[in-house]
Every structure is written in structure tokens, then in C-alpha cells.
């Protein structure tokens, strides 16, 4: 069964940094794209940070010049550095990987930026 599966949130100070994983299971075949989402408490997710096989990336606005996504050379794993994190950034940090054609969610894992 291909899973996907965050790691490395947590709590982290205001202008502090974390990095985040995403690794992909399961599955003989390396993804085409993966993302960053999050979604924080009572609003709707959103999109963060995607890269594609090519290596090509995008952000949202909120996060350009902060935050960085990467990814291994078989894109099966995808990290996403987190700079100058702000109470803001504070949500569940959800990954999204296209196999193949088919969308695979994680379960999310929870960063928190407070002092």
C-alpha cells in the first residue's frame, strides 16, 4: 500500500526555523509532483510549496524568501525548510504527492510557532 507520511513539526519561537518531511512508501514508482499544504484551526487549507520532477518550485506569497521545498533525486521524499517562522505560519502541514495520476494525502503534522 504507497503511503505518504510527514514529519517534524513541533514547536518552534517566532523567527525560529524547522524543516519539515515527506516521505513516500509502498511505491516502485517516484512521484511527478509533491506539495505543501496547511491548514490552520477554523479556516480552509492551502497550498504552501510545490516542486515537480524537474525540480521546478512554486510558493505562496506568504511564504517566498522563507520558506524552501526540496526534494531527493528519486522524489520520493520532499522536505520543506521553514525560516523566520511566524505565529501566523502556526497550522497543520499537510503533504500531497501525484503517482501515476493519483493524488496521495498524508495525515499532517502539526507545527506551532509561539514564544
Known amino acids: 500500500q504507497v503511503q505518504v507520511m510527514e514529519s517534524g513539526g513541533g514547536l518552534v519561537q517566532p523567527g525560529g526555523s524547522l524543516r519539515l518531511s515527506c516521505v513516500i512508501s509502498?511505491?516502485?514508482?517516484?512521484?511527478?509532483?509533491m506539495s505543501w499544504y496547511r491548514q490552520a484551526a477554523g479556516k480552509e487549507r492551502e497550498f504552501v510549496a510545490g516542486i515537480v520532477s524537474g525540480g521546478n518550485t512554486k510558493y505562496t506569497d506568504s511564504v517566498k524568501g522563507r520558506f524552501a521545498i526540496s526534494r531527493d533525486h528519486a522524489m520520493k521524499t520532499v522536505y520543506l525548510q521553514m525560516n523566520t517562522v511566524q505565529p501566523e505560519d502556526t497550522a497543520v502541514y499537510f503533504c500531497?504527492?501525484?503517482?501515476?495520476?493519483?493524488?496521495?494525502w498524508g495525515q499532517g503534522t502539526q507545527v506551532t510557532v509561539s514564544s
Open positions: 509502498g511505491s516502485i514508482h517516484s512521484a511527478n509532483a
Open positions: 500531497n504527492a501525484l503517482i501515476r495520476g493519483a493524488t496521495l
